[in-house]
């Protein structure tokens, strides 16, 4: 009996004993320490301040976590074998990084990187390694971090290197995944990147990479994952097809001039946009039959898409667009079951679209983008640029109209040298939207075409010799068509603008719904403007309209002026504005929990919200002059058959300032007019409030924006967040990405309109956030699976 009653009290002795024997060894927990201090004390470590057991024990949070295992010959110690720190600093600074650190984005002045790599190499027996967002700056100390011999993943993204990558990475041969997306380094991808045999991720993302693409590459057999993209990598693309195990190929936006190598049949996703791939699309890209993704577009390929190609048995996304196909697709040509997004705009191709791509539009759950072609249906190129290719009489055709518009050139280039840039201003007395010209120096502009349906491209084009080139490619942006409607036109497409086809009224004036003889669906805004509302002033607000092209906006795709008074009062100008029709209607009207059919998910919602804080980002930094008040609310949000998100409305509030001033000074006289200047600072603003309402739901009207003020210092408890934050936010989010939410929408309402973030912090915010819950999503997963 004494033996049983002792035994407990044994094993509890020997497990205590076990524990207190398998620590980390002190050295190793000097070097966290000591690593502690060298990032300036992170918010990610607080919890080491007050932590006074051993390292390994600590809990883990989404910014921080140790993994320790015993260490081999030993039976009494443990070692760091996992580390992971990601740090709060997402922004990265506007403009050019020259090195030094930078307040609120580096870490300071007294950190040395050469310092910070010594001392991490001495945690020898780490296997994974994590260092994200913590301001890291500086140049990686070559013949140091291959010390780190046992690593199998390294991740430095989101931080501040620049220069080479030291080559003795390439001697960390357990290496199996490697990550440095976003940061600045330049100079050439090492070339001895194949004796990491059993690399099988290597991402490269927004760096500052030049030179060939690294041919060692090509013998990594075990690599999946491939990511160069957002670099100036040049030259030719070479032969991939060893890589049998290689799913995803990233390199968009680079400067590839060659033409489309082979590719191995093993690949899902294929992302080879904004580059310069010439020649046309091998037929091998027929035998892919894992791929699901293709992105081709803003290339140089030529020759006429394989028909087999839009049959592969996985494909759902088939992105053309701008480049220079051309010929007839069959007209039999079959469209795989999964075919969900088709884009061939912008190119030269002729005849009639296929069945399975009739319509340019919609066609049931396909999407199917064919304006700026050559084909026999609306919204296609001018006459001049859809000539036929081939034969005597159309070249020498062809040469009297080059040697015509020689002459046109050169009396123009006199024209332009004693006139100066007065003929940028001009607009075609067709439509304002024809009016597309651009400096060729002035690089941030979005590249625009001219879209009228003149026969003749215009003067201000072909004002200089220099801006020929130009021209092309500015007919390969996919800007999309903008023209003027006849009034008689749109009360066709309205039914005579009969209430069935009447979608609501706010402060921006009446929608309606309408259907243009081609079948496409459009609606239809009516701003009642001023008579005083120049001409001039109109078509200056609606060609800066037209130039806008981004995923994320709107399409605009013409207008009508309309004097008569017929439907309003003689003495007021109607503006009528036509953009595409979105199916799925508001954003605001998937966020009730009253509609469960359509009610979107936190993921989900995170992915619209990145979508328009894009979309208002371009608007604010992308164009000239910049929009900084951009009627942001989640009405004017809108959903396509994707649940793609694009802002409506963009634009309209300078129109309409101007006519409220146009009014005040009519009744107030010029010296009582308040006019305010809209500031980037509303637009954050009012973001901040579609971030509430992402996370809390619509609010009636008759709570409104003081409901949101008065309840969100509910936000920072857990107790608080349950009783207000929407129950699905609450229960597809995770703690860290809400956190993060919750945070951006804070700083966008509470601070004063200068301490406001500006949209590229919102937007950083929001994708860290999208990280966060990604990781989340996976490992919930993985914890199901298993």
């Known amino acids: 009996m004494a033996h049983s009653k002792a035994f407990p009290l044994l094993l509890l002795s020997c497990l205590l004993f076990l524990h207190n024997t398998h620590q980390l060894q002190n050295s190793q927990t000097q070097v966290l320490y000591q690593l502690r201090k060298h990032l300036e004390f992170p918010k990610a470590l607080e919890s080491w301040g007050t932590y006074y057991g051993d390292l390994c024990q600590i809990p883990s949070t989404p910014h921080m976590s140790i993994s320790c295992e015993e260490e081999q ?137 030049s030179g060939t693409f690294p041919s060692s590459v090509c013998r990594i057999v075990k690599l999946t ?67 699901q993704h293709l992105d081709l577009s803003f290339n140089r390929l030529t020759g006429t898409p394989s028909r087999f190609l839009f049959s592969l048995p996985n494909v759902s996304y088939l992105d053309l667009a701008s480049n220079e196909l051309s010929g007839k697709l069959p007209s039999d040509m079959t469209c795989g079951g999964k075919l969900g997004f088709v884009d061939l705009s912008d190119n030269r191709l002729t005849g009639t679209p296929p069945s399975c791509l009739a319509g340019g ?15 026999s249906i609306h919204d296609q190129h001018q006459e001049l640029l859809c000539e036929e290719e081939g034969g005597t009489k159309g070249r020498e055709l062809r040469g009297r109209k080059i040697g015509t518009l020689v002459a046109v050139i050169s009396g123009a280039v006199l024209v332009l040298v004693l006139f100066g840039f007065g003929l940028v201003m001009l607009c075609t007395k067709r439509s304002c939207c024809g009016s597309k010209e651009k400096s060729v120096q002035q690089t941030r502009l979005k590249a625009v075409t001219d879209n009228t349906h003149n026969t003749s491209l215009s003067s201000q084009v072909l004002a200089s010799a220099r801006l020929i080139s130009q021209t092309t490619k500015l007919n390969a942006q996919g800007v999309p068509s903008c023209r003027s409607f006849s009034f008689e036109e749109l009360k066709e497409a309205t039914d005579d603008f009969s209430s069935s086809r009447f979608l609501g009224e706010g402060s921006l004036g009446k929608l309606y719904r ?79 929990e009253c509609c469960s059919d359509k009610i979107l998910t936190w993921p989900d919602r995170l992915a619209i919200l990145i979508e328009i804080a894009k979309a208002v980002h371009f608007l604010h930094t992308g164009v000239i002059p910049g929009s900084f008040n951009n009627q942001l609310k989640t009405n004017n949000i809108l959903l396509d058959e994707h649940k793609i998100a694009k802002l409506s409305d963009y634009g309209v509030s300078a129109i309409l300032e101007e006519n409220e001033k146009l009014l005040e000074t009519k009744s107030e006289g010029h010296n009582k007019t308040k006019y305010n200047v809209a500031k980037k600072e509303d637009d954050v603003y009012n973001f901040g409030f579609i971030l509430l309402e992402s996370l809390v739901g619509p609010l009636p009207i008759t709570k409104g924006e003081a409901f949101l003020l008065n309840e969100m210092t509910s936000f920072g408890s857990q107790d608080g967040r349950q009783k207000i934050v929407n129950p699905t936010v609450l229960t597809t989010s995770s703690q860290e990405s809400l956190a993060i939410a919750i945070s951006i929408a804070n700083k966008c309402v509470l601070l004063e309109p200068s301490a406001r973030p500006s949209f590229e912090d ?24 298993s």
């Open 73 to 209: 010959g030993s039976s009494n110690s443990v070692v760091v074998t996992e580390l992971k720190v990601m740090g709060d600093k997402l922004s990265k600074p506007a403009g050019t990084f020259y090195g030094s650190s930078l307040q609120n984005h580096t870490l300071s002045k007294a950190f040395l990187i050469d310092s910070f790599v010594t001392t991490l190499t001495r945690l020898t027996t780490l296997k994974a390694l994590t260092l994200v967002s913590l301001g890291i700056f500086g140049e990686l100390p070559a013949g140091k971090i291959h010390r780190l011999y046992s690593l199998e993943s390294l991740d430095l993204s989101s931080n501040y290197l620049f220069g080479s990558v030291p080559p003795d990475v390439t001697r960390l041969v357990r290496l199996q995944s490697l990550t440095l997306d976003g940061n600045y380094f330049n100079g050439s991808v090492p070339d001895a990147l194949d004796s990491l045999t059993g690399l099988t991720v290597l991402s490269l993302k927004n760096n500052r990479f």
């Open 225 to 291: 994952n491939l990511a160069l993209s957002h670099n100036e990598v040049s030259g030719e693309l070479p032969d991939l097809s060893m890589l049998d195990h290689l799913h995803m190929l990233d390199l968009r936006e680079n400067r590839f001039d060659s033409e489309l190598p082979l590719l191995p049949k093993s690949l899902v996703t294929v992302l080879l946009s904004k580059n310069s791939f010439s020649g046309e699309v091998p037929g091998g890209f027929d035998g892919l039959s894992q791929l």
């Open 361 to 375: 539009g919609s066609s049931g759950e396909r999407v199917v983008k064919l304006g700026g072609n050559c084909l």
């Open 514 to 592: 309408g259907t243009l003889e081609n079948g496409s669906s459009v609606a239809i805004r009516c701003l009642v403007l001023s008579r005083k509302f120049s001409n001039q002033s109109i078509r200056g607000h609606l060609d800066w309209m037209s130039k806008l092209n981004h995923p994320h906006l709107l399409s605009f795709l013409g207008h009508c002026t309309q004097t008569s008074g017929e439907y309003y009062e003689p003495s007021a100008t109607i503006l009528y504005l036509v953009y595409e029709y979105m199916p799925k209607g508001t954003y605001r009207a998937h966020l009730s």
């Open 762 to 785: 919102v937007l950083w915010n929001l994708q860290y956030a999208a990280q966060m819950q990604s990781a989340a999503d996976a490992e919930r997963k993985s914890d199901t699976s």
